[in-house]
């Protein structure tokens, strides 16, 4: 028997066993090519495909017209074709009507056209150009309100994405246009014709509405609005006793009356009811997470919060409370000082201060810390904060003298006991009183 088309001679120096695995081969490569069994387990191939118009290759048009892919082996579903490359566009035109401006240009004439692409800029820079829109069509209608003025470039797209040239560098411009006053009849224009505030002070002419232009008593209240009549609109003096009537509490806005509106030492004690006085305190609750983590065994200063920059006296009350891990060695710590890590900083948070009975924060009246409270077990019966309910409150006093280039914050100065301790979290509340 003759061997099979694609398949090779057995040679007859093989054993019993490598003849027949080369009989196996030589079947297995007959049934692949549709040389023997049923034709509908014969393998396919990319060329196959191609041939029966299935798939074609990546063929495509680069911007410079040369062919992308002529000897690809990548496949793409349908027909093969190559498109023309886009060419310049012709003709373009640019005509300004009212608010829109109206393009046109020579019809495209290539294979495969998909849009013309446009571009506008305020000015005729072509690196300011930026996309307006698209068209299947030879016009575009672009709508940039009155009086503006747009310069445009087109340029063709074909099926395959790939874009030709611009028709030019320069752009083509058009200015929107305005209706002049010619246009409009007398009487044409209606109130309900004109929007709300479009007509400004520099469309009304100097002296143009006089006492002829305003019915009687047609300005009520109800025409002007809040705060329309200013100082400059209410001539000196004109505003006297007898054009006010019972001036009492209800007739002064909160915050309307200032401080250099009330002569010196004019409200005494009795003229104020401290019955329900009160002071302005601010108030806040800062997570552990929000603080950071302590490590074991080693004292870091970690900030919790910046409490202000006014000079003056600040009364700060402050809660402690511990978390799931412990924290131990704890103390309150407030000051002016700079923060953060490294040596260029006042109080910092990479060294490892002690604590304790002598501790070693640097204090100073200006910079540095102001107040620092000591370990909690020399002040409170908590020495380790270890649960939630193990919490701390100090209230303490700081005087700041710095100017408002320094910020006063709040520190906890505290080591862990294990690695990434954490409190549950601190509160705090601030009084400032201002030095006299």
């Known amino acids: ?20 695995f080369a009989s196996n081969v030589n079947e297995s490569i007959a049934q692949l ?18 041939d029966t118009g299935l798939v074609k290759r990546d063929i495509r048009i680069s911007g410079t017209g040369s062919v992308i892919g002529g000897d690809s082996t990548s496949v793409i579903i349908g027909d093969e074709e190559v498109l023309d490359t886009p060419p310049v ?10 608010q ?55 340029r063709f797209v074909n ?89 009492s509490a209800d007739k002064i806005n909160a915050g309307t009356i200032s401080a250099d509106r009330i002569g010196a030492n004019t409200i005494t004690a009795d003229k104020i009811n401290v019955t329900d006085l009160t002071l302005e305190f601010n108030a806040a609750t800062v997570s552990g997470a929000t603080i950071g983590s302590w490590q074991n065994n080693v004292m870091r200063l970690l900030k919790v919060a910046d409490i202000g920059t006014e000079p003056g006296v600040y009364h700060i009350m402050c809660r402690v409370f511990g978390g799931n891990g412990q924290v131990k060695t704890l103390s ?31 204090t100073a009246n200006e910079g540095y810390a102001q107040y620092h409270s000591g370990q ?18 100090k209230d303490f006093i700081v005087r700041k003298v710095s100017s408002t280039s320094r910020t006063l914050k709040l520190f906890i100065l505290a ?14 509340g601030v009084y400032r009183f201002s030095e006299i």
């Open 1 to 20: 028997m003759g061997k099979a088309r694609g398949t090779f001679v057995v040679p007859r120096a093989f054993d019993h066993e490598g003849k027949r």
């Open 33 to 50: 090519k549709g040389e023997i069994g049923n034709p509908l387990d014969a393998a396919v191939t990319f060329r196959d495909l191609i």
């Open 89 to 98: 566009p012709t003709g373009l035109s640019a005509t300004g009507a009212f």
């Open 100 to 154: 829109n401006i109206v393009l046109d240009w020579d019809n495209k004439n290539f294979v495969g056209f998909s849009h013309a692409e446009i571009w506008a800029a305020t000015s005729s820079n072509f690196a300011d150009r930026s996309f307006v829109g698209q068209t299947t069509a030879n016009v575009f209608n672009h709508q940039v309100g009155t009086n503006q003025t747009r310069y445009y470039w087109i």
């Open 159 to 247: 099926t395959q994405g790939t874009p030709g040239p611009f028709n030019s560098t320069t752009g083509t411009s058009a200015t929107t246009a305005l209706i002049d006053t010619g246009d409009i009849n007398d009487g044409a224009v209606s109130s309900i014709k004109i929007l709300d505030g479009a007509i400004l002070n520099a469309k009304i002419g100097t002296a143009a509405v006089d006492t002829a232009k305003i019915a009687d008593a047609a300005i009520t209240t109800a025409k002007i609005a809040d705060a329309n009549i200013t100082n400059a609109k209410i001539a000196d003096a004109t505003i006297t006793n007898a054009k006010i009537n019972d001036l």
């Open 332 to 362: 309150i710590v407030a000051g002016d000082g700079t923060y953060g890590t490294g040596t260029g900083y006042e109080l910092r948070n990479d060294f490892a201060y002690s604590d304790g009975p002598t501790p070693s924060i640097p």
């Open 376 to 393: 909690s077990q020399y002040w409170s019966a908590i020495d380790r904060f270890d649960s939630t309910n193990e919490m701390v409150q």
């Open 415 to 428: 080591q862990g006991d294990g690695n990434n301790r954490q409190l549950s979290n601190v509160q705090y």
